[in-house]
């Protein structure tokens, strides 16, 4: 079973920061998961939201504030005064952490900001700068976005987290790639997983914060991805 920390280990600290990601290699975590949007000017940036209220103390859509106007906001606040002027990362910050740590990355390519071809060559560039292609599981909500990224890394291992279906894993599957659902444990069926059995792709799910929960989960399920539970 693949164990994947999600957002970092934001039982600790502020989610997708620097210090949510360090601290899963404390808690047992090789492979951390996070969140890529865009700056107004297409810089690569860590965050969840569309928006930024939730987690920050800005307001409005991430992808029409600038690089500067991000880094000005304080990420950590929200969650703890201990965490005051945590800095919104950049994607480019997020893989020289996975560089230096040794991690492997879950990188979703986040579904509600526009990008196109070159955005996600950008993304992937970045993660070439420090070695990290044969790291990095690829995921989105957004079958486009995984095929941006199908067309550059033929070999990319793709991770569709919308509705799983037959047609999906088809249109992203190449002769060297690995292509799998990624789904909520909570939806998961039987009949989905008879279909990913006959595509022969494998099925990892996501968010699983109980043993009652990971106990439950249906034998083929390969990959768990938690905010806590590394094992």
Request: charged residues 30%.
């Amino acid at each position: 079973m693949r164990f994947i920390n999600h957002r970092g280990y934001n039982v600790e600290a502020p989610e997708n920061t620097l210090s949510a990601f360090r601290l899963s290699k404390e808690h047992g975590f090789d492979t951390i998961e996070c969140d890529v949007t865009l700056s107004r000017e297409g810089i690569p940036m860590i965050m969840h939201d569309a928006t930024l209220e939730r987690t920050s103390n800005g307001q409005g859509f991430a992808y029409e504030k600038t690089y500067e106007e991000l880094r000005q906001l304080d990420f950590g606040s929200w969650y703890s005064e201990d965490f005051k002027g945590e800095k919104m990362p950049s994607f480019k910050e997020f893989c020289e952490l996975c560089d230096k740590m040794g991690y492997k990355a879950y990188v979703e390519i986040k579904n509600d900001t526009p990008m196109e071809q070159a955005n996600v060559d950008e993304i992937i560039r970045i993660a070439k700068e420090y070695g990290l292609l044969s790291k990095i599981t690829w995921i989105s909500f957004k079958e486009e976005y995984l095929v941006y990224v199908r067309n550059r890394l033929p070999k990319a291992r793709l991770g569709y987290l919308a509705k799983p279906s037959a047609d999906v894993f088809h249109r992203l599957k190449t002769e060297n790639n690995e292509v799998f659902f990624d789904t909520n444990y909570k939806k998961l069926k039987p009949k989905t997983i008879e279909m990913a059995k006959e595509c022969g792709a494998a099925i990892e799910v996501w968010t699983v914060n109980t043993e009652e929960a990971l106990e439950n989960l249906d034998p083929y399920v390969s990959g768990v991805t938690s905010n806590w539970m590394s094992k």
